[in-house]
């Protein structure tokens, strides 16, 4: 079972890798872009972390050690050492899931740069509009987003932030308006406390997104800033 859900993994990054590449590059998703929401799915990597720690428990040759021809622990040496033999594979676990989730978020992030992007090709753009679209309604992505940026891991929780800041630019951009969600998560962490976490990633992703306002000048020229009409 470990050794099909690492072969599942695999598959996964290899397919995320392939998209970041193409992605970098402005190439034209080829494919349906429903196809990528599995992939893009930041609770994928939730799922597929779980499943692999009970296997520690199996004799299975060559499967528990990594190396073909050799058999695995016997039943005595796991039922006397399960610590030993879980952790590790704990470990590389979760390390695994961690690379899986940075890498969703950068391919989100750069998909995000290229809608944004004035040089990116028009056929390329619409293919990367309409899978961020299908992502904010069909997974609800900004929500996610917003309860990774209290993850522990300080480089997932500015990686959420820093994609969350361009989502909602890009939502901006696109609808004029932000999400309910994100209005609700502002008003309730800066009216609490304005030194906690949250309120302090309120504030940055906030700035952020004001700052491409800013230097933006199709922002400009959509009158995101209004002038009130002389009396």
């Known amino acids: 079972m470990r050794y099909i859900l690492d072969i599942k993994m695999e598959i996964v990054q290899e397919i ?8 970098l590059l402005g190439t034209t998703l080829e494919d349906d872009v429903h196809g ?11 799922q597929d972390g779980c499943p692999a720690f009970p296997v520690a428990q199996s004799n299975a040759s060559g499967v528990l050690d990594g190396m073909a021809g050799q058999h ?8 006397t050492l399960p610590g030993a033999q879980e952790c590790p ?3 590389l676990q979760m390390d695994r899931t961690r690379e899986m989730k940075l890498l ?3 391919v989100i992030d750069t998909m995000l740069s290229q809608v944004l992007s004035d040089e990116t090709e028009t056929h390329a753009k619409e293919g990367y509009r309409e899978l961020t679209e299908v992502l904010l ?33 890009f939502q901006l951009r ?7 969600s994100w209005v609700t998560f502002c008003q309730k962490h800066l009216s609490e406390s304005s030194e906690s976490g949250e309120a302090v990633r309120c504030l940055w992703i906030l700035t ?24």
């Open 36 to 46: 990528y929401i599995f992939y893009l799915n930041p609770d994928l990597s939730e």
């Open 72 to 79: 695995g622990p016997s039943s005595h040496e796991v039922a």
């Open 89 to 91: 594979k704990r470990q």
């Open 174 to 180: 696109e609808k004029k308006m932000l999400s309910n």
């Open 137 to 169: 309604q069909s997974v609800e992505l900004d929500s996610k987003l917003m309860r990774m940026l209290q993850n522990s891991d300080k480089l997932l929780s500015h990686m959420a932030a820093k994609c969350l800041a361009s989502l909602l630019y």
């Open 104 to 106: 969703q978020l950068t």
């Open 208 to 231: 952020a997104v004001i700052k491409e306002i800013l230097k933006d000048t199709h922002s400009q020229r959509a009158a995101f800033w209004r002038l009130p009409e002389p009396l």
């Open 16 to 23: 995320l890798d392939q998209l970041y590449r193409k992605v």
